[in-house]
Nanobody
Framework: QVQLVESGGGLVQAGGSLRLSCAAS????????MGWFRQAPGKEREFVAA????????YYADSVKGRFTLSRDGAKSTVYLQMNGLRPEDTAVYYC?????????????????????WGQGTQVTVSS
């Protein structure tokens, strides 16, 4: 079992920044690949970013590349999503997810079905 708790969401103006955190517990953090997804009202859940177990590889959706940065801190069992240059279209509920299997390709890490555990989500709203 892995428990995931997201935090850091909120309301920000376009062009602003937020940092989301996802704290993991219940299983060795280093054995989990981690991902962030988002879901806007009326839309499907979409991939945002992922990092491999070791942290050596990160993957980003084209829509956030160059603006968002994903990192992991093994000592704190936490992953962070630094979001800069936010746009109204980034508005969504952001979910953290943990993958118990080793994956190291964009295709495999970007699929929601690859993940075994999910957090409850945190709302990000970007005003224009």
């Amino acid at each position: 079992q892995v428990q995931l708790v997201e935090s850091g969401g909120g309301l920000v103006q376009a062009g602003g920044s937020l940092r989301l955190s996802c704290a993991a517990s219940g299983r060795t953090f280093s054995s989990c690949g981690m991902g962030w997804f988002r879901q806007a009202p009326g839309k499907e859940r979409e991939f945002v970013a992922a990092v491999t177990r070791s942290g050596s590889n990160t993957y980003y959706a084209d829509s956030v590349k160059g603006r968002f940065t994903l990192s992991r801190d093994g000592a704190k069992s936490t992953v962070y999503l630094q979001m800069n240059g936010l746009r109204p279209e980034d508005t969504a509920v952001y979910y953290c997810a943990a993958d118990l299997n080793y994956r190291a390709t964009y295709y495999s890490t970007s699929r929601p079905s690859s993940y075994d555990y999910w957090g409850q989500g945190t709302q990000v709203t970007v005003s224009s």
